[in-house]
């Protein structure tokens, strides 16, 4: 993962787990969808990312987004190289391969990476 890119990318995963952590979860929840878009084509920020989605899920009791993640999670890790839906914030409640758009602030950063 480029600097930069990564500078971003843990900068809304350090936010996510301080609002986890303040049991703000969807404050938490918000900076791991954009550390998603961030890192999904990555192995392991990809997996990364699902896997706090799951602790949300779980501390929420939400079942959609407990099996959700747990099928993401296996996803990031086995596709991931492969494709990724464009700009997906990675939630269960939404579909797992729907392209979405890219945040305005994100898209210069994504672009240099050739990412749309």
Do not use: C
């Not at 995963?13 to 979860?25: F, G, I, R, V």
């Not at 494709?83 to 898209?107: C, D, K, L, Y």
Request: glycine letters at 6%.
């Amino acid at each position: 993962m480029q600097a930069e890119l990564r500078q971003v990318y843990d900068r809304e995963m350090k936010a996510a787990s301080e609002a986890y952590a303040e049991d703000n979860l969807d404050k938490a929840f918000f900076h791991l969808e954009r550390a998603h878009i961030l890192g999904q084509s990555f192995t392991l920020p990809h997996a990364k990312a699902h896997w706090w989605m799951l602790k949300v899920g779980l501390k929420r009791r939400d079942f959609t987004e407990i099996t959700g993640q747990v099928l993401r999670i296996l996803g990031a890790l086995s596709f991931t190289r492969i494709w990724v839906p464009v700009g997906n914030t990675g939630g269960a409640h939404v579909p797992p391969f729907q392209s979405m758009p890219i945040p305005e602030e994100f898209r210069s950063l994504l672009q240099k990476r050739g990412r749309n």
